[in-house]
């Protein structure tokens, strides 16, 4: 994977095409294009050049995980037992391997990772977890079931 560094400055239309793509990725060229006065032709070769730099890594549609019948979030923290390299490395690569996992964050401070798992019910969290416990000794596993979903975004405040 080729990884390219951004752009060096991100000018004012450069901040407004951002704006716009993270909160609706599914606008035309031409709706982009004219929400920051910009011709067509221009504003698709700053996107190109804003996707090929990394900073738009994907577009997507955000999906509503309970009409999935994903109905519930639960934040796990795990400290491991061993911290030797290439047990966290498969213990890692396994983990991001889970599609229940859908962040998965490796952290300094009194645990080593935390994850956001979402799964359709209990039982399934408990499948999850005995896969989980089964990936490498761990020290300590905490699961923190979510009541209520109080805000989730995904677009970035991006100043200018």
Known sequence: MIIMSPPKILDPIDR???????TDASLSIHEIASRVGLSQTPCWKRLQRLEAAGVIKRR?????????????TVFVT??????????LER?????AAMDEVMDFYRTAGDVDYILRVV???TATFDDFYKRLIALAPLKNV???FALENIKSET???IAG
């Open 16 to 22: 407004r095409i951002l704006r716009i793509v993270q």
């Open 60 to 72: 997507i549609a955000i999906l509503d995980p309970i009409k999935l019948g994903l109905g519930i």
């Open 78 to 87: 795990i400290e491991v037992g061993d911290h030797s390299g290439q047990g």
């Open 91 to 95: 213990f890692s690569a396994a983990l």
């Open 119 to 121: 799964v359709a019910d």
């Open 142 to 144: 905490t699961s923190r």
């Open 155 to 157: 677009a970035f405040p």
